[in-house]
T-cell receptor, first 117, second 112 residues
Framework: GAVVSQHPSWVICKSGTSVKIECRSLDFQATTMFWYRQFPKQSLMLMATSNEGSKATYEQGVEKDKFLINHASLTLSTLTVTSAHPEDSSFYIC?????????????FGAGTRLSVL | QKEVEQNSGPLSVPEGAIASLNCTYSDRVSQSFFWYRQYSGKSPELIMSIYSNGDKEDGRFTAQLNKASQYVSLLIRDSQPSDSATYLCAVISSGSARQLTFGSGTQLTVLP
């Protein structure tokens, strides 16, 4: 299947700092990517839809000024958690749907575990 | 509110048995249905996709879709301890721009 690369896999940071997470589609172009957050023992919660060349669409309750999304190319979307606090500690996962013949199958990155001290 | 519901489990089956996972969805015009497997601490991995009524088989996995009943299931034959994971049902609903709606997941344990 298609490959989505996510980096870093694990980050520890101090409260108040910003963290950038990258999501790349390695063998296909993705005009749309999705960012999820998952807390322990809970399902994935969609945070935002990243659109190449335009503004991201955020889900209700997600602060767009805190979670900055940039989708500057057809293979790269970034999520920046600004001024991170301990309550932002979570597992962040990106996904990208293949287009055309694969009927919208989404492939997930390996995830980024963020721990804010 | 478009919803996807799963029996949350946990579900335990002995090794070699058939594990049956169930999912219902609320949006009648949904067209695309997926089963993902998620091991603890890892991201979801696609197991099956299904788009038409009926059964779709891939190795030990069989997905079943009944659009009239708004029901999709996953059967795992000859269950192995390595199948122990959380299984997520996901649906692309109408007008959702390819956005997946996930169920809460069913935790499966296969006992050796």
């Amino acid at each position: 299947g298609a490959v989505v690369s996510q980096h870093p896999s694990w980050v520890i940071c101090k409260s108040g700092t910003s963290v950038k997470i990258e999501c790349r589609s390695l063998d296909f172009q993705a005009t749309t990517m999705f960012w999820y957050r998952q807390f322990p023992k809970q399902s994935l919660m969609l945070m935002a839809t990243s659109n190449e060349g335009s503004k991201a669409t955020y889900e209700q309750g997600v602060e767009k000024d805190k979670f900055l999304i940039n989708h500057a190319s057809l293979t790269l979307s970034t999520l920046t958690v600004t001024s991170a606090h301990p309550e932002d500690s979570s597992f962040y996962i990106c996904s990208a749907p293949t287009e055309g013949r694969a009927k919208n199958i989404q492939y997930f990155g390996a995830g980024t575990r963020l721990s804010v001290l | 509110q478009k919803e996807v519901e799963q029996n949350s489990g946990p579900l335990s089956v002995p090794e070699g048995a058939i594990a049956s996972l169930n999912c219902t969805y609320s949006d009648r015009v949904s067209q695309s249905f997926f089963w993902y497997r998620q091991y603890s601490g890892k991201s979801p991995e696609l197991i099956m996709s299904i788009y038409s009524n009926g059964d779709k088989e891939d190795g030990r996995f069989t997905a079943q879709l009944n659009k009239a009943s708004q029901y999709v299931s996953l059967l795992i034959r000859d269950s192995q301890p390595s199948d122990s994971a959380t299984y997520l049902c996901a649906v692309i609903s109408s007008g959702s721009a390819r956005q997946l709606t996930f169920g809460s997941g069913t935790q499966l344990t296969v006992l050796p």
